[in-house]
């Protein structure tokens, strides 16, 4: 069985930070892109930041919205990234979802998983 367990997130004024991690846990063979998406109320899901599996810490893409204030970073030797977030602004409350592409065994295919979410609220 495969969990991505996340933790952080929470309460934080505007201007201020907080740190999310995410851990890919289970059996996994072969673990790809990780990164987080985010959905705020009303609003559809969408993309904070990736990070792919490069040998060279990866190839990080972030949501326009994002950049500048937010540095995805992944650790492989431990299955998990942190999302840093700093010049945190109202806009940025949401449900934040980890997410990771991953291989069970060698003989299964690819696959999305999803953690469970945590929420982010941003007060001004």
């Known amino acids: 069985q495969v969990q991505l367990v996340e933790s952080g997130g929470g309460l934080a004024q505007a201007g201020g930070s907080l740190r999310l991690s995410c851990l890919a846990s289970g059996s996994i063979f072969s673990l790809g892109t990780m990164g987080w998406f985010r959905q705020a109320p009303g609003k559809q899901l969408e993309l904070v930041a990736i990070?792919?599996?490069?040998?060279?810490?990866?190839?990080?893409v972030y949501a326009d919205s994002v950049k500048g204030r937010f540095t995805l970073a992944r650790d492989n030797a431990k299955n998990t990234v942190h999302l840093q977030m700093n010049s945190l602004i109202v806009e940025d409350t949401a449900v934040y979802y980890c997410?990771?592409?991953?291989?069970?065994?060698?003989?299964?295919?690819?696959?999305?998983?999803w953690g469970q979410g945590t929420q982010v609220t941003v007060s001004s």
């Open positions: 990070i792919t599996s490069g040998g060279s810490g990866g190839t990080t």
């Open positions: 997410n990771a592409v991953l291989q069970r065994t060698r003989w299964t295919a690819s696959a999305t998983y």
